[in-house]
């Protein structure tokens, strides 16, 4: 009997003993070797690094990174007009920089600012007292500069939303400021002036291409674009120091304008080719 008794009382010691090593927590060994804490959890060895980005929660993006878009625009331009007794030839740069607000997934709205230099020759044909022809070259230097607000609406994607067809108005103001630095002025449309001001309304096709997840390359295509344009010269007789205004307006085509096209005084060449970067956040 007390062998029975015995052999039960071994038997419950052993099965007390297999269960609490059981349910026993699994033991942590942390190490650290000088560059990263690693501990060893069940068996799999991590860094600290990794044990925290299970826990980490991703920040949300700010309304502002979503929506605000920056770019820089340039404007190469060869000017080229011919009329019975003027001929224009010349050539300018512009940079625009931009910034802008993207509405809804398909309207931006945005401005831009812009500066730019031109050089350009004409020369005037004109009867001289005796009747003879002559001629007279000057070159004139000039520097101006604009702003313009815009709205911009996309048309059509295309190419898994690489490529985008846009169709953009914008308004713009600003002033020129024209000096003569070679040839003889008097009786030219150059004689006395002080500087113009500019402003108008324009309408024209952009293409896009998304290059990469924060910019897209985009090129205007002002040469089919339609709108109007306004000049007011200013003046100011270079002996009695008199003052006066002088206005023009006319309806923009093919970036030309109507009054010229339709008297045959335009001729196209090559008149602008605009392009650029616009960049995300």
Known sequence: MK???LLFAI???SASIAGAQEVQTPKEDHIIDGLTSVATIAGQTKTVEEVQDTTAVAKPIPLWKQKLYYGY?????YHHDSRPNRKENGWS???IPEIGWKLKERLYIGLRVGGSYQDMYTTYTYESL???KETEEIRVQQGSWDVAPYVRFRLKTLFNDKVGIWIETHLYAGMEFPRVTDGVIKGTDYDGLRHSIIYGAQISPVVTYQFSKKSTFQIFFSIISLGYSGT???YQDPITGERHNEYTNDVIIFSGKLRNLIANQFTPGLYGLKFGVMKTF
């Open 3 to 5: 062998k029975i008794s």
């Open 11 to 13: 038997l419950f010691t």
């Open 73 to 77: 625009n340039f404007d190469i331009y």
């Open 93 to 95: 740069i512009r940079l």
């Open 130 to 132: 005796l009747g003879e």
């Open 232 to 234: 007011t010269f200013r």
